[in-house]
């Protein structure tokens, strides 16, 4: 029964208002539970950091989230240690015999030149939904907005789906200070030039989440998410928590 007046959102095979979480090695079973319940309210799921690779019956893992309409794909560290040890062929061998559609092109931790990354877009997207990150998993690592801007701009147009913000699992790097407080400068000024729906904010805990989902409003593409906060940010989303109250009343506070 639908009695309230909620914010609008997206459904089915969404294009924004994306819900992508972080797999980090959530057994079957339990991860057959939550996609009974939960699959609708979830887009993309990466299987976190380069754990993949050691993944017991990754196989099935995939072919679990594709049974629920749900887009698997590997974390860029797996990308960034196959571009090291130039096994870039071998990984999209890998991909392909697990089914996976979608691979993440970064430079969290290598420092890839974006000349470089824009050259593996080209070659990867004939065969592969391309997602590509920006931002460094090193606190120390400052780009400024230009940088920010320039980067994603470039990405887009050679092909990427979506670009990611690096905020780490912690929150902690990359669009976020060390403390964890959102560079919100930084993102007011990124959406006043680039399309937001092209964008997966990385927002790893529900305090970050609520910064997007009132700044950005209900249909911001959000990343990183834990499997068990799922359900939470979609109440976040349709305005059912205290800080998203009046959610339906003004939806994107940002020009």
Partial sequence: MDFLTLPVRTQGNRTYGLTSIADFGTPMGELRNILADYSHIIDIAKIGIGSAYVTPNLKKKVDLYKEYQIKPYCGGTLFEKCYYQNKIQEYVAYLKNLGIEWVEVSNGTLDIPLAT???????????????????????????????????????????????????????????????????????????????????????????????????????????????????????????????????????????
């Fill in 117 to 255: 990354r824009l050259e593996m877009i080209t070659m990867l997207k004939d065969d592969f939904h391309v997602i590509a990150e920006v931002g460094s998993k090193d606190t120390e690592k400052e780009m400024s907005l230009s940088q920010w801007r320039h980067e994603m701009k470039q990405l887009l147009d050679a092909g990427c789906e979506y670009v990611i913000t690096e905020g780490r699992d912690s929150g902690t790097a990359g669009i976020y200070e060390s403390c964890g407080s959102v560079k919100s400068d930084l993102i007011r000024e990124l959406v006043k030039d680039l399309d937001q729906n092209k964008i997966i904010f990385e927002a790893p805990t529900p305090k970050h989440q609520m910064y997007f989902i009132r700044e950005l409003g209900p249909n911001v593409n959000l990343g990183n998410v834990k499997l068990t906060d799922v359900l939470m940010l979609e109440a976040q989303r349709c305005g059912l928590r205290s800080e998203t109250f009046y959610l339906e009343d003004q939806t994107c506070k940002l020009p």
